[in-house]
């Protein structure tokens, strides 16, 4: 049973233009949020998060919204640029899972970005 | 590069036999997590060693098993390997545990192949 889903395999994305990647989760306890990138051959990089408390989070060019009453989450990236091709997770910690870095993935959405 | 090196990046092996991956943590962490990533799956969380002590656990069987060493490196050791254990371990480290940044550093991964 998937606790954090993204539904969406793949985006494509014209340079300049938004791109918006979405996870859904179930787990209501979850109490914090995050988008890794990863590209091929590389370890998963830290993107952004944030905190069930807030419904927004900004940094530069990517933004993440949280809809807690939609268990829904989204990541905007303004503008997109080749160089964010890459495949982006979304995670949540679980609090009860016996430790905050024990965080659970989604399957991932692979961006592209085409100039 | 995130600091964190895993050894060996690729191995290929037979079933029913054992194999053990190496983690050297960046400079200073004290957590080491260990995450499986299979074909077209997210990242499954194993384990999580905290300065030597294990501190949560996760979908890991029971035919792996892992360790922090003194020196904080860490060993995820894979036994009677099965066709299915062929996956993508990550390792990943974080500053302390209980100060939750959200931000974990992972290494580049070492591919399992068991044929």
């Known amino acids: 049973d998937q606790q954090v889903k993204q539904n969406s395999p793949s985006l494509s994305v014209q340079e300049g233009r938004i791109s918006i990647l979405n996870c859904d989760y179930t787990?209501?306890?979850?109490?914090?949020f995050l988008w890794y990138k990863k590209y091929p051959a590389e370890g998963p990089t830290f993107l952004i998060s944030?905190?069930?408390?807030?419904d927004k989070n900004e940094d530069g060019r990517f933004t993440v919204f949280l809809n807690k009453s939609a268990k829904h989450l989204s990541l905007h990236i303004v503008p997109s640029q080749p160089g964010d091709s890459a495949v982006y997770f979304c995670a949540a910690s679980d609090p009860h899972g016996g430790s905050q870095g024990n965080l659970i993935f989604g399957k991932g959405t692979k961006l592209s970005v085409k100039p | 590069d995130s600091g964190v090196t895993q050894t060996p990046k690729h191995l290929i092996t037979a079933t029913g036999q054992r194999v053990t991956l190496r983690c050297s943590p960046r400079s200073g962490d004290l957590s080491v997590y260990w995450y499986q990533q299979s074909l077209d799956q997210g990242l499954q969380f194993l384990i999580q060693y905290y300065n030597g002590e294990e501190r949560a656990k996760g979908n890991i069987l029971e035919r792996f098993s892992a360790q922090q060493f003194p020196d904080l490196h860490s060993e995820l050791n894979l036994s009677s390997l099965e066709l299915g254990d062929s996956a993508l371990y990550f390792c990943a480290s974080s500053a302390e545990d209980g100060l939750f940044t959200g931000e974990l550093f992972f290494g580049e991964g070492s591919r399992l192949t068991v044929l």
């Open positions: 944030i905190s069930s408390i807030k």
């Open positions: 787990n209501s306890m979850f109490d914090y």
